[in-house]
Protein backbone atom coordinates (compact mmCIF):
# COMPACT_ATOMS: atom_id res chain seq x y z
CA UNK A 1 0.00 0.00 0.00
CA UNK A 2 1.70 3.39 -1.32
CA UNK A 3 2.04 5.94 1.81
CA UNK A 4 2.93 9.52 1.42
CA UNK A 5 3.36 11.42 4.89
CA UNK A 6 3.91 15.36 4.79
CA UNK A 7 5.75 17.26 7.28
CA UNK A 8 7.65 20.40 7.98
CA UNK A 9 4.19 22.58 8.09
CA UNK A 10 3.71 25.42 10.65
CA UNK A 11 3.43 29.62 11.16
CA UNK A 12 5.96 31.72 9.74
CA UNK A 13 5.71 35.24 9.05
CA UNK A 14 5.88 36.65 5.43
CA UNK A 15 9.57 36.56 4.54
CA UNK A 16 10.27 33.72 5.95
CA UNK A 17 11.03 30.20 5.24
CA UNK A 18 9.83 26.81 5.39
CA UNK A 19 10.60 23.32 4.19
CA UNK A 20 8.02 20.41 3.60
CA UNK A 21 9.46 17.08 3.27
CA UNK A 22 7.02 14.22 2.69
CA UNK A 23 8.38 10.43 3.51
CA UNK A 24 6.94 7.95 0.89
CA UNK A 25 6.98 4.34 1.06
CA UNK A 26 4.99 1.63 -0.81
CA UNK A 27 5.48 2.48 -4.79
CA UNK A 28 8.74 2.79 -6.41
CA UNK A 29 9.68 6.21 -5.66
CA UNK A 30 12.32 6.81 -8.58
CA UNK A 31 9.70 5.49 -11.36
CA UNK A 32 7.32 8.28 -9.82
CA UNK A 33 6.30 11.59 -10.73
CA UNK A 34 5.86 13.48 -8.12
CA UNK A 35 4.45 16.87 -6.77
CA UNK A 36 3.40 19.12 -4.03
CA UNK A 37 -0.14 21.06 -4.24
CA UNK A 38 -2.31 23.12 -1.79
CA UNK A 39 -5.88 23.64 -0.76
CA UNK A 40 -7.19 27.04 1.42
CA UNK A 41 -11.16 26.30 2.28
CA UNK A 42 -13.35 27.76 0.08
CA UNK A 43 -10.14 27.51 -2.65
CA UNK A 44 -9.47 24.98 -5.67
CA UNK A 45 -6.81 22.78 -4.83
CA UNK A 46 -3.89 23.97 -7.39
CA UNK A 47 -0.78 22.16 -7.82
CA UNK A 48 2.57 23.81 -6.94
CA UNK A 49 5.56 22.08 -8.18
CA UNK A 50 5.85 18.98 -10.22
CA UNK A 51 9.33 16.49 -10.58
CA UNK A 52 9.37 14.09 -13.16
CA UNK A 53 10.82 10.53 -12.31
CA UNK A 54 14.70 10.65 -11.44
CA UNK A 55 13.94 14.49 -11.30
CA UNK A 56 14.47 14.79 -15.08
CA UNK A 57 12.05 17.32 -15.27
CA UNK A 58 10.32 20.19 -13.23
CA UNK A 59 7.61 22.54 -13.47
CA UNK A 60 6.77 25.14 -10.76
CA UNK A 61 2.99 27.61 -10.84
CA UNK A 62 3.59 31.19 -11.72
CA UNK A 63 2.96 32.36 -8.26
CA UNK A 64 6.09 30.37 -6.72
CA UNK A 65 8.31 30.87 -9.20
CA UNK A 66 12.10 31.82 -8.35
CA UNK A 67 10.60 31.43 -4.38
CA UNK A 68 10.20 27.45 -3.99
CA UNK A 69 12.48 24.61 -4.81
CA UNK A 70 11.11 21.26 -5.18
CA UNK A 71 13.56 17.97 -5.07
CA UNK A 72 13.87 14.50 -4.21
CA UNK A 73 15.80 11.86 -2.94
CA UNK A 74 15.47 8.44 -4.33
CA UNK A 75 17.52 6.49 -1.43
CA UNK A 76 15.37 7.89 1.15
CA UNK A 77 12.75 8.00 -0.37
CA UNK A 78 11.56 11.26 0.08
CA UNK A 79 10.43 14.65 -1.31
CA UNK A 80 11.38 18.14 -0.63
CA UNK A 81 9.68 21.66 -0.93
CA UNK A 82 11.65 24.21 0.23
CA UNK A 83 9.71 27.76 0.45
CA UNK A 84 11.65 31.06 0.72
CA UNK A 85 9.91 34.37 0.88
CA UNK A 86 6.52 33.33 2.10
CA UNK A 87 3.63 35.50 1.93
CA UNK A 88 0.24 35.55 3.03
CA UNK A 89 -1.30 33.89 -0.03
CA UNK A 90 0.92 30.89 0.11
CA UNK A 91 -1.49 30.04 3.35
CA UNK A 92 -2.53 26.70 2.67
CA UNK A 93 -2.52 22.98 3.45
CA UNK A 94 0.06 21.26 1.32
CA UNK A 95 -0.15 18.12 0.02
CA UNK A 96 2.04 15.61 -1.84
CA UNK A 97 1.33 13.42 -4.45
CA UNK A 98 2.94 11.08 -6.53
CA UNK A 99 1.71 9.01 -9.94
CA UNK A 100 3.35 7.29 -12.94
CA UNK A 101 2.18 9.84 -15.47
CA UNK A 102 4.30 13.25 -14.98
CA UNK A 103 1.01 14.91 -16.79
CA UNK A 104 -1.50 13.89 -14.00
CA UNK A 105 0.82 15.90 -11.55
CA UNK A 106 -0.38 19.15 -14.03
CA UNK A 107 -3.85 17.54 -13.84
CA UNK A 108 -4.06 17.68 -10.56
CA UNK A 109 -5.11 13.84 -10.97
CA UNK A 110 -2.58 12.08 -8.92
CA UNK A 111 -2.77 8.54 -8.19
CA UNK A 112 -1.59 8.81 -4.56
CA UNK A 113 -1.91 11.27 -1.65
CA UNK A 114 -0.69 12.18 1.63
CA UNK A 115 -2.87 13.94 4.07
CA UNK A 116 -1.28 17.52 4.75
CA UNK A 117 0.79 19.90 6.63
CA UNK A 118 -0.78 23.43 7.20
CA UNK A 119 1.17 26.37 6.29
CA UNK A 120 0.48 29.43 7.62
CA UNK A 121 2.08 32.65 6.78
CA UNK A 122 0.92 35.73 9.04
CA UNK A 123 1.28 39.45 7.91
Known amino acids: EAQLVESGGGLVQAGGSLRLSCTTS????????IGWFRQDPGKDREAVSCIGPDNDITWYHDSVKGRFTVSADNAKPTMYLQMNNLKPEDTAVYFC????????????????WGRGTRVTVSS
Open 26 to 33: GFPFDQYA
Open 97 to 112: AADLRFHKCLEGNMGF
